[in-house]
């Protein structure tokens, strides 16, 4: 039989004015068939035939028994709306409930993320930690990162008790004191003795993961630049140790490298590549971020405040 047009109409009429109103949410269950039919006195099968030609226009979702189903929003008027697309629409979203208009967006972000570039002192002791945690925090955090050395603390005296007018002009002007859980001690009184913020940052859950579960489905070679970075590689995912252990070659031990399957992934530091340019082997992380969401958002906080704190009026 015909589809009743009026009957679709009326329909659709409903359920996008409780979809505006906010009466219906995706995913929502809508009245059964029979149920509709009663309310809106018609015969059950025209209903039936009005959810389908509404499915049709991916408003909703027939289930068989299970019933009638609001669709996700990403497919209401066609096509499928990217993660991203829905990511940044939740973004405008919270920026509408904070009176921020959406063409001023864009602008009110720059202002608080781009105007100022913290200056970040890294705290490390091993070259691969340091340069990995820099080089991150300047291309992705929009921070000018620069290395301070454990080892050179010590140096100058400075390990336990920093004397400010001892240490580096490049130092006392940092803006943020940044570095690893295992230099948490040292950063703190560093900080406490400069009068600066300070974040732990630790490594990315996902990346760990990748890493943990190559380790245990037959073991890792891991390319680095300093030996002391291999130790600590092997303390964090020895735990994690299968079949073929974590197996730690210098960047300079060329002929141990050339020794290495063509085709085994190996995980090589960012510190390593760069002493390996021409590398000729599979990357088991050729470009993954290593800060964890959570040590990101701390870090994020502060760069927002030091470009509100220093933004023109």
């Keep these: 039989m015909p589809v009743d047009a009026a009957l679709v109409d009326r329909i ?9 109103l906010g009466q219906l949410r995706a995913g929502d269950r809508l009245p059964p068939v029979r149920e509709l039919a009663r309310e809106l006195g018609t015969d059950h099968r025209a209903v039936a035939r009005a959810y389908h030609a509404l499915e049709a226009e991916r408003l909703l979702e027939v289930r068989g028994r299970a019933g009638v189903y609001l669709a ?7 096509g499928v709306v990217e993660e991203t697309a829905a990511w940044l629409a939740g973004v405008l979203a919270e920026a509408r409930k904070r009176r921020i208009a959406i063409p001023h967006l864009p602008e009110f972000i720059r202002r608080c993320t781009a105007g100022v570039r913290p200056r970040c002192a890294c705290l490390e002791s091993n070259l691969d930690s340091g340069d990995a945690l820099c080089r991150e925090l300047d291309d992705e955090c929009g921070m000018d990162a620069f290395p301070v050395w454990v080892g050179d603390l010590s140096a100058v005296g400075a390990r336990e008790t920093p004397d400010p007018a001892a240490l580096p002009g490049e130092l006392r002007e940092a803006d943020l004191v940044v570095t690893t859980p ?3 001690r040292e950063a703190a ?12 940052v630790t490594v990315h859950p996902e990346m760990a993961g990748i890493i943990e579960r190559r380790v245990r489905a037959g073991g890792l070679t891991a390319i680095v630049a300093d030996p002391r970075y291999g130790e ?12 073929g252990g974590i197996r730690v070659v210098p960047a300079g031990d060329a002929p141990a490298i050339a020794m290495l399957d063509r085709f085994e992934p190996v995980l090589a530091t960012r510190a390593a590549r760069r002493l390996l340019p021409d590398l000729d082997l599979p990357l088991l992380l050729p470009r993954y971020p290593s800060i964890s969401p959570e040590s990101t958002r701390a870090l994020a906080e502060h760069l927002i405040r030091l470009n509100l704190e220093r933004a023109p009026p």
């Design 232 to 243: 600590r590689f092997r303390a964090l995912y020895g735990r994690a140790d299968g079949a």
């Design 189 to 200: 009184l560093l900080a406490e003795a400069l009068g600066k913020p300070w974040v732990v």
């Design 12 to 20: 659709r009429s409903r359920i996008v004015g409780e979809l505006h």
């Design 72 to 78: 996700r929003q990403e497919r209401i008027g066609g």
């Design 182 to 184: 295992f230099h948490a």
